[in-house]
């Protein structure tokens, strides 16, 4: 099963005071093979914005470190039919309109879950399931990845 990642995880990953949740983001990375790890470029768009405006790095540098993901993994273009699916989130379950760009991405991708802090955990839509993966009590579907 492939894992999408939203912006919240990466971002923590990314920051050097998230502490606990920059441990469990950086463990996750490193037990779940590569090659099943999904970035929405829209997702990666979020990281370089939070990286300059929140995070103060700068502009260069917050570029390059966001490239990385989209270099080291896999990455899902914001493509027409994307936008497409993203207005069916929006108006049938009132999603942000940049969460759903990243939920259909995960979707279009063919990921079975996408990794998301924000979003509602155990919500499934188009063969996704949104995952909370901070949660003291993680889904299963955490374990599924990492066993794979």
Same mark, same amino acid.
């Given at each position: +099963?492939?894992?999408?990642?939203?912006? @919240? /995880?990466?971002?923590?990953?990314?920051? +050097? /005071? !998230?502490? !606990?949740?920059?441990?469990?983001?950086?463990?996750?990375?490193?037990?779940? *093979?590569?090659?099943?790890?999904?970035?929405?470029?829209?997702?990666?768009?979020?990281? /370089? @914005?939070?990286?300059?405006?929140?995070?103060?790095?700068?502009? !260069?540098? !917050?570029?390059?470190?966001?490239?990385?993901? #989209?270099?080291?993994? $896999?990455?899902?273009?914001?493509?027409?039919?994307?936008? =497409?699916?993203?207005?069916?989130?929006?108006?049938?379950?009132?999603?942000?309109?940049?969460?759903?760009?990243?939920?259909? &991405?995960?979707?279009?991708?063919?990921?079975?879950?996408?990794?998301?802090?924000? +979003?509602?955990?155990?919500?499934?839509? $188009?063969?996704?399931?949104?995952? %909370?993966? /901070?949660?003291? =009590?993680? &889904? *299963? #579907?955490?374990? %599924?990845?990492?066993?794979?």
């Amino acid at each position: +099963m492939r894992a999408a990642l939203d912006s @919240n /995880f990466i971002i923590y990953a990314e920051d +050097m /005071f !998230a502490d !606990a949740r920059r441990e469990q983001a950086l463990q996750l990375l490193e037990r779940i *093979p590569a090659e099943l790890i999904v970035i929405p470029v829209q997702a990666a768009g979020e990281v /370089f @914005n939070w990286l300059i405006r929140k995070g103060k790095v700068p502009k !260069a540098l !917050a570029g390059e470190r966001t490239v990385v993901w #989209i270099e080291r993994y $896999r990455s899902q273009p914001t493509t027409a039919d994307v936008l =497409k699916a993203a207005r069916e989130l929006v108006g049938q379950h009132d999603f942000q309109v940049w969460d759903a760009v990243v939920l259909a &991405s995960a979707a279009e991708a063919g990921a079975g879950c996408l990794l998301s802090e924000d +979003m509602q955990d155990g919500f499934k839509w $188009r063969g996704v399931t949104v995952v %909370n993966p /901070f949660l003291d =009590k993680p &889904s *299963p #579907i955490i374990s %599924n990845l990492v066993k794979q």
